[in-house]
């Protein structure tokens, strides 16, 4: 079974211009979730998304978006980039039926620089 | 400025010592909890976790305790290898119902000294 997909895996762009990372979950997940990790704050969640949803929120601008498509692929969009959304940008599959949380697995995240 | 990036605590141990990585959680309410193996350049792996209505679960030479009185977990990595070297966190699930957000520790970098 393959595991969580990224794309692209590096990214570099420049202040104010906007970037689209894709998701591919593990086969038969339907929530994705997407986290940040920075030197700086650690692994923050962003938000979750399980049937084309949103489920979830972290506190994050509003210049992060996500969506999520019939196939359970996600995206998550940050538009008017700044120095400081330099980051690994990490998507996370899971089963997500309703009732409790369960195994969480990660794909090999994008690195994306704001130069 | 730049920002000050975390300082990631440090445990060094001997190549086939038993290791003991901790983890102190902050909501009570949580009830979900998973470990993660981060290695340099990737993606965080799972490696075992354990809802609140235990207090102890094995997998292959890992077992994490629970100890919900002081919101204390810890991960226990037997014989440890060269390989284990990385960074671990724990992270929590503090929301009831449907919902896979997870709060994630600062994360613990295991050396093993050959």
């Known amino acids: 079974k393959a595991g969580v997909t990224q794309t692209p895996r590096y990214l570099i762009k420049t202040r104010g211009q906007q970037v689209t990372l894709s998701c591919s979950p593990i086969s038969g997940h339907r929530s994705v979730s997407w986290y940040q990790q920075t030197p700086g704050q650690g692994l923050q969640f962003l938000f979750e998304y399980f049937s084309e949803t949103q489920r979830n929120k972290g506190n994050f601008p509003g210049r992060f978006s996500g969506r999520q498509f019939s196939n359970s692929r996600s995206e998550m969009n940050v538009s008017t980039l700044e120095l400081g959304d330099s980051a690994l940008y990490l998507c996370?599959?899971?089963?997500?039926?309703?009732?409790?949380?369960?195994?969480?697995?990660f794909g090999q995240g994008t690195r994306l620089t704001v130069v | 400025g730049e920002s000050v990036g975390l300082h990631l605590p440090t445990l060094s141990v001997q190549e086939g010592d038993n290791s003991i990585i901790n983890c102190a959680y902050s909501n009570s309410a949580s009830d979900y909890f998973i470990w993660y193996k981060q290695e340099s350049g990737k993606g965080p792996q799972f490696i075992i976790d354990?809802?609140?209505?235990?207090d102890k679960r094995q997998g292959q030479r890992v077992t994490v305790l629970l100890n919900k009185t002081v919101k204390h977990l810890s991960l226990q990595i037997a014989a440890t290898q060269p390989g284990d070297s990385a960074v671990y966190f724990c992270?929590?699930?503090?929301?009831?119902?449907?919902?896979?957000?997870?709060?994630f520790g600062t994360g613990t970098l295991l050396a093993v000294q050959p």
């Open positions: 354990i809802r609140s209505n235990m």
């Open positions: 996370a599959s899971s089963l997500g039926e309703t009732g409790e949380a369960t195994e969480a697995f």
């Open positions: 992270a929590e699930s503090s929301e009831s119902g449907a919902t896979n957000k997870l709060i």
